[in-house]
Structures are given as C-alpha cells and as structure tokens.
Antibody, heavy 120, light 110 residues
Framework: QVQLVESGGGVVQPGRSLRLSCAAS????????MHWVRRAPGKGLEWVGF????????HYADSVKGRFTISRDNSKNTVYLQMNSLKAEDTAVYYC?????????????WGQGTLVTVSS | QSVLTQPPSASGTPGQRVTISCSGS????????VNWYQQLPGTAPPLLIY???QRPSGVPDRFSGSKSGTSASLAISGLQSEDEADYYC???????????FGGGTKLTVL
C-alpha cells in the first residue's frame, strides 16, 4: 500500500525557517520524481517544486525560488522541503506527491498534507 | 491569475452531464499531457484523469477527459452528490519549466 506521510509543519514567525519531511513507502521511491504542492486558505493548488528521481534536477515556482530547497535521501525513502525566509503568503497545507517515470508529470501518489502557518 | 484558465465554478443536478474546461497555450497543454485532480474538502487531491483521457483504477467511467490543441476538458456524466469537489487541470510548461495547475473549478451538485 502506497503511503506518503508529511511532517514538520507548524506555526513559524515571518523570516524564520522550517523543514518539511515526506516519508514514502509502498512504491519504488528511487525511481520517482517527487513534487511539493501547496494550497493556501481560500486559494487553489499551487505547485512548489520538484526533484528528479536521483536528485540531479530540481525546478521551483517563481514564488519560492531562492527561498525553498528540495532534497531527497533515497536510502531513507524521504524527500525534504527546506523553507527559509518564510512569508505570510507561504501559509498553506503542503503536500508531497510522487511522479512515476515517463508519466507526463502525473502525480500518482499524494500525502495527507501538513499545515504551515506563518504568523507573528 | 493562473496560466491555465478554468471557470471558477460549475453546477448541475443529479444525473446531468457537466463539462469543465481548461485553456492553456502551446508551451503547456499544446505540447504536454494534461492531468486532472479532484479535491474533496479537507483531503489531498488524488489523480482523476491522466494522459488527457485515461482513468486510474477505481475512478468511475462517468469521468472522462479530452484535449484539442491548447485546451482540455473534463466531463462528468451521471452527476452524483459525491462529485461535489474542486477540480484542477495540470500540465508541464516547457517555457516556464514549471508544473502548472489551473485555478480550480468548484463543482456544486444542486
């Protein structure tokens, strides 16, 4: 059974940092690209970024470029989202999602999400 | 404002057929596959349609997708109350090097 479990969310002050983790099981993690997607209150889904299956390529949305970094540890079946210089507009539920090889950017697997609230 | 344009809302009565459109450009829908996601309140958004018109196992055949040029659409036939949700199209953009989501369409079953 496929599972993606995010953790690390919480309340953080503007300008501070937070690191989210996403632990995967039930599929071959090392062959899947992994994405982070968020949904802010009252807004739609927004793609945050992704990391290639082997970590060799990463891309980010303009809204987080230079502040957020995605990394992965295939030995631990875990992907991370390091969020620095957080702003109020980063408040959202953050989801990790798995993207199979050659799938056409298809997000097959999703975690349950973790809430990040940026507030003083 | 999203690069992929969806109507913010749609509605129908039980049993009806509803269509949700998604309009993009040559660098996204025009050159890449379109996937659709369904998000029920308070839950993650699982894959609903992939590769324009394929359904993951477990998705009823009431749901179908299509693509023509730089636009795509999701059709739901035999509308049911449990279909009330937010629907998103998504496609990779070759120019922006980003995965784009449409703004989402809130479907109400009257």
């Amino acid at each position: 059974q496929v599972q993606l479990v995010e953790s690390g969310g919480g309340v953080v002050q503007p300008g501070r940092s937070l690191r989210l983790s996403c632990a995967a099981s039930g599929f071959t993690f090392s062959t899947h690209a992994m994405h982070w997607v968020r949904r802010a209150p009252g807004k739609g889904l927004e793609w945050v970024g992704f990391i290639w299956y082997d970590g060799s390529e990463k891309h980010y949305a303009d809204s987080v470029k230079g502040r957020f970094t995605i990394s992965r540890d295939n030995s631990k079946n875990t992907v991370y989202l390091q969020m620095n210089s957080l702003k109020a507009e980063d408040t959202a539920v953050y989801y990790c999602a798995g993207d199979p090889p050659n799938s056409g950017w298809r997000l097959d697997y999703w975690g349950q999400g973790t809430l990040v609230t940026v507030s003083s | 404002q999203s690069v992929l344009t969806q109507p913010p809302s749609a509605s129908g009565t039980p049993g009806q057929r509803v269509t949700i459109s998604c309009s993009g450009s040559s660098s996204n829908i025009g050159s890449n596959t379109v996937n659709w996601y369904q998000q029920l309140p308070g839950t993650a958004p699982p894959l609903l349609i992939y590769g324009h018109n394929q359904r993951p196992s477990g998705v009823p055949d009431r749901f179908s997708g299509s693509k023509s040029g730089t636009s795509a659409s999701l059709a739901i036939s035999g509308l049911q109350s449990e279909d009330e949700a937010d629907y998103y199209c998504a496609a990779w953009d070759d120019s922006l090097k980003t995965l784009l989501f449409g703004g989402g369409t809130k479907l109400t079953v009257l």
